[in-house]
T-cell receptor, first 115, second 114 residues
């Protein structure tokens, strides 16, 4: 069985500071990892994904994520946070062992960026 | 058009009512999904359609009935719901089932069952 864990329910940072939202994963095969963001009363928006290749993945809105196989982590990062980055962030892993490639989401991390 | 639309945005219904949620996409995606999301929780997969055929039912109660009339439309018919079914219902699509593409999510329908 596959799973992802987001160890922090809440992350607070000041505007202009770097931010990190943590995600660790557990899979039996190759990891296929995604980050999504959800603004209040909205659906999820895709930020970036790791399938294979470079461990540093660049995505939308200046976000990037670092895949670390030895630590089984896929942390989301941004060099300089904006107040508008405040939202709920979900890490997800795709299980490609079955036909459907179902996604398993982490419990989410609420990011608050203060001016 | 890279958008998934959902109607209505909000729905309030009694436990004896019958209502439907609608989802539409025009990206040519052949996989469509229904998720249920409680506040501050991750989305929970309910149903997956692939090429208009139901591929996955995650043991959802029969009071929820999905329908995929064509490749662009996905409906969720609701009947005799319970108050605990109140949630945000999200529709999503992706090019095909079982690929490594991201899912495109609609804004959701906020359902309240009285």
């Amino acid at each position: 069985a596959q799973s992802v864990a987001q160890p922090e329910d809440q992350v607070n940072v000041a505007e202009g500071n770097p931010l990190t939202v943590k995600c660790t994963y557990s899979v039996s095969g190759n990891p296929y990892l995604f980050w999504y963001v959800q603004y209040p009363n909205r659906g999820l928006q895709f930020l970036l994904k790791y399938i294979t290749g470079d461990n540093l993945v660049k995505g939308s809105y200046g976000f990037e994520a670092e895949f670390n196989k030895s630590q089984t982590s896929f942390h989301l990062k941004k060099p300089s946070a904006l107040v508008s980055d405040s939202a709920l962030y979900f890490c997800a892993v795709r299980d490609m062992s079955g036909y459907a490639g179902k996604s398993t989401f982490g419990d989410g991390t609420t990011l608050t960026v203060k001016p | 058009d890279t958008e998934v639309t959902q109607t209505p945005k909000h729905l309030v219904m009694g436990m004896t009512n019958k209502k439907s949620l609608k989802c539409e996409q025009h990206m040519g995606h052949r996989a469509m999904y229904w998720y249920k999301q409680k506040a501050k929780k991750p989305p929970e997969l309910m149903f997956v359609y692939s090429y208009e055929k139901l591929s996955i039912n995650e043991s959802v109660p029969s009071r929820f009935s999905p329908e995929c009339p064509n490749s662009s439309l996905l409906n969720l018919h609701l009947h005799a719901l319970q108050p605990e079914d109140s949630a945000l219902y999200l529709c999503a699509s992706s090019p095909t089932i079982g690929d490594l593409n991201e899912q495109f999510f609609g804004p959701g329908t906020r359902l309240t069952v009285l």
